[in-house]
């Protein structure tokens, strides 16, 4: 089974940066596009990026871009998701995700981000 351990979540102020990570296990995680979803408290969950598997290559959804800045290390099995200017709107679970599908076998178990003053 995929296992993808996120963290780097907390209580931050609007205005605020916080740097998510994801440590990646039980396959090759260079050989896959990786991505970031959240899901805010009573919504669905949203795509937020997405990296290619050599990291050349980024997207992002319109909600984040300009503010977030997604990256791997393939040596460490870590993706990263840096957000800065952080905003109320941005309070959710976030989930790293193998690929660029969210499943339940594609997730790890979050990392919860609350942007409150």
């Known amino acids: 089974d995929v296992q993808l351990q996120a963290s780097g979540g907390g209580l931050v102020q609007p205005g605020g940066s916080l740097r998510l990570s994801c440590v990646a296990s039980r396959f090759i995680f260079g050989s896959y596009a990786m991505s970031w979803f959240r899901q805010a408290p009573g919504k669905g969950p949203e795509w937020v990026s997405t990296i290619d598997r050599s990291g050349g290559s980024t997207s992002y959804a319109d909600s984040v871009k300009g503010r977030s800045a997604i990256s791997r290390d393939n040596a460490k099995n870590t993706l990263y998701l840096q957000m800065n200017s952080l905003k109320p709107e941005d309070t959710a679970m976030y989930y790293c995700?193998?690929?660029?599908?969210?499943?339940?076998?594609?997730r790890g178990q979050g990392t919860k981000v609350t942007v409150s003053s």
């Open positions: 995700v193998k690929g660029i599908r969210l499943t339940s076998t594609s």
